[in-house]
């Protein structure tokens, strides 16, 4: 079978390889940051790392419908054979029965509970606060600036500050941030100004 227009391979998901039509070698699988099995395909010079688990399931049913993840049932992201894979949305991806219990066990273990309990702290809460019992220095706490929206250069709104603004707008926060430093003009054709 081809994948794409990958047309230098020869794909066979049922016996797990590729094989360069060019080289006649078969392709050796490497595994991601994320676990998941990846081939590396040339085209025009370019290489393309794609994994495993789509390139079988678009070989033999076409191709993925948009929205759409492939979940491997057993949720062993080695296991790449083609009965095991199928095409389901992330939430059907995330309440696959077998990662729904990894999920509670991981969670509901006592090492999980106290590594949480320990970054919820934090290292530096309470007494091991270099601050614990100093007033707060002078201007730590500075009341939020009011800001300016403009449109198409008029002035259409002044908020107490930027979180109101953004959520009025539908806006980010950060896109805010970056139109008042400088780094940005305009986010979706406004622009701001502290007041």
């Not at 949480?116 to 702290?121: L, N, T």
């Not at 002035?155 to 539908?170: G, K, S, T, V």
Request: with cysteine.
């Amino acid at each position: 079978m081809k994948y794409r227009d990958f047309t230098n391979y020869e794909v066979y998901p049922y016996d797990d390889k590729i094989i360069n039509l060019k080289t006649g070698k078969e392709l050796k699988q490497s595994t991601n940051d994320r676990g998941y099995k990846c081939y590396r395909l040339y085209k025009d010079g370019k290489a393309f790392s794609i994994r495993t688990n789509r390139l079988y399931y678009e070989c033999l049913y076409g191709e993925i419908p948009e929205g759409m993840e492939i979940d491997h049932i057993d949720n062993n992201r080695g296991n790449n054979n083609p009965n095991n894979l199928r095409a389901v949305s992330h939430t059907g991806n995330m309440n696959n029965p077998l990662s729904v219990e990894e999920r509670k066990r991981v969670f509901s273990s006592e090492e999980y509970r106290t590594k949480r309990s320990a970054i919820m702290k934090g290292k530096n809460s309470g007494e091991n606060n270099p601050m614990y019992g100093k007033p707060r220095p002078e201007g730590a706490s500075v009341p939020p600036k009011p800001i300016k929206v403009f449109k198409n250069g008029n002035l259409i709104a002044i908020y107490h500050c930027i979180n109101e603004a953004a959520r009025d707008l539908n806006l980010s926060r950060g896109c805010i941030f970056g139109c008042l430093k400088g780094v940005r003009k305009q986010t979706k054709g406004y622009t701001f100004e502290l007041c």
